[in-house]
């Protein structure tokens, strides 16, 4: 055994130290590019000097006034909060992925590249296309480069001026009509029928000469499967549209079903939302698109190709959108969801959406007698729920959702989808135990019938939080971020 003395010793010797850390693997790269002398700082920054236990408790005590799912359920309608394995923090800290810089010449991180290169051909499969790009730092921006691909095929096919809507159903995420508009295009909203789904005679109306293309989600933001969206394809690719499928409930078929069976013909995948990486915040997020092989000229550059041996970055893509983000999409996010494919492997995959839809059916049922259910059919992996019965008897369904922050959940997504009076959107996802379903159910039916006995606790409600209730309308008109007495 070592004595301290010893080690002390072994310590002070030059070029010794009994610490040693593992060697990098990245290959070094001489800086060549010195720093222009006017942005050289003359003077050293004036920094708080902090010992690094005051460090560690200022982040410590930022970090517990956040809920995330590390902290408890997470039950966001539409957002597949899903817990992210601690295996993806490990891999993206290795040092070959985390040390390494996207000005380094491609040579020097082939490992980085050969990822991205699986991950890509991983996600084709996943998906049902021909080709995928990871540039796209989110979902949002995923449909955008889609509907800028769908108008420069267009545009090549000479009906830039003709082709002008994208028809969006009601029960569509926000972001769909709003990317749309973004793109240049027009929004033609589609209703919903009785079941949920889409009207197919109200699609037939709309399509025409006009239509640039549909934008769907699959099963929709009611968690009900688009069950006739094969026909739906079939009407809008007669009249010479396209169709884009929006990846966000993407959860409820893995392994199960492609968008590319179904007859899209462009997809956004949200990372963050099928592959367990990090997800809310503003970020970080990752949102690759991926075609059908007449679309590939259009994918955006540059492009990760392999040739022989070597990962290269192709942008001889005359008919390409272009560049959507820097570098090669959000490196690390990527590595993340990388890792939780090939952890999981086909078979867990698919585990993973029977689980979730047979969560979210198990709470839907549970919860029915309780609250007002507008859509009584086996749902995918989400539901949606009506507060309309609380809010006649005078208690609306934000004063539910801040009664759930009472018990150290966080409450499910409200008011959304739009078509839903009262709505509240669930999502349970496949990493929640049945102990933690069932104890949300309790929360939510002993919230019913204190809406019924006692509603003042649910109308002054949050109780037990940190921060005041609020006041809605004077937090949108005021935006201070900082709480003041």
Not at 27 to 48: D, G, H
Not at 336 to 351: E, N, S, V
Request: proline share 7%; charged share 20%.
């Amino acid at each position: 055994m070592t004595e301290y003395n010893d080690l002390i010793f072994e310590i002070s010797q030059p070029g010794r130290t009994a610490f040693s850390l593992p060697e990098s693997d990245v290959p070094s790269v001489e800086l060549t590019t010195k720093f222009p002398k006017q942005l050289i700082r003359e003077e050293p920054a004036e920094l708080p000097e902090v010992s690094e236990p005051q460090l560690m408790r200022h982040y410590t005590s930022l970090s517990t006034k956040n809920f995330g799912v590390d902290n408890g359920f997470y039950p966001l309608g539409s957002c597949t909060m899903k817990y992210n394995p601690k295996i993806n923090e490990d891999v993206a800290r290795y040092a070959g992925f985390a040390a390494i810089h996207p000005f380094q010449p491609i040579e020097t991180v082939q490992g980085a590249f050969e990822l991205l290169y699986e991950l890509q051909e991983d996600l084709q499969v996943i998906s049902g296309m021909d080709a995928i790009t990871l540039q796209p730092a989110a979902g949002a921006q995923g449909e955008w480069t889609g509907l800028m691909m769908m108008k420069a095929y267009h545009t090549k096919n000479g009906h830039r001026t003709s082709r002008t809507k994208v028809l969006v159903p009601d029960s569509a995420h926000g972001t769909n009509p709003a990317s749309a508009h973004a793109a240049g295009f027009d929004v033609v909203e589609i209703p919903s029928n009785s079941n949920g789904t889409v009207d197919l005679v109200e699609l037939k109306k709309q399509v025409g000469e006009d239509t640039a293309g549909l934008m769907l989600t699959n099963p929709n933001t009611l968690g009900i499967f688009e069950k006739d969206i094969v026909e739906m394809a079939e009407i809008v690719h007669q009249a010479g549209g396209l169709v884009y499928y929006d990846g966000a409930n993407l959860n409820a078929i893995l392994g199960q079903t492609t968008p590319g069976m179904m007859g899209f013909d462009i997809v956004h995948l949200n990372l963050h939302k099928s592959f367990s990486t990090p997800h809310g915040g503003g970020g970080p997020g990752s949102g690759p698109v991926g075609v059908k092989e007449f679309l590939i000229p259009y994918l955006p550059v540059p492009r990760i190709e392999k040739q022989k041996d070597q990962y290269v970055l192709n942008t001889d893509y005359p008919d390409s959108i272009g560049r959507v983000k820097g570098y090669y999409g959000n490196f690390g996010v990527n590595v993340r969801a990388y890792t939780y494919i090939r952890t999981m492997g086909p078979k867990g995959l698919r585990q993973v959406s029977e689980s979730a839809v047979v969560h979210a059916n198990y709470l839907r049922k549970k919860l029915e007698p309780y609250y007002a259910t507008p859509y009584t059919q086996y749902s995918k992996h989400e539901f949606v729920l009506s507060g309309s019965r609380q809010k006649k008897i005078g208690v609306p369904t934000m004063n539910i959702a801040k009664r759930i922050l009472d018990f150290g959940y966080y409450a499910p997504t409200v008011y959304f989808p739009l078509i839903v009076d009262e709505a509240m959107m669930i999502e349970p996802t496949e990493t929640e135990t049945k102990e933690t379903l069932d104890a949300f159910a309790d929360v939510l039916i002993q919230i019913a019938k204190e809406v019924e006995e006692t509603p003042e606790v649910v109308l002054n409600a949050p109780h037990t939080t940190s921060v005041r209730r609020l006041d809605e309308v004077k937090a949108a008109r005021q935006l201070i971020v900082k709480y003041t007495k």
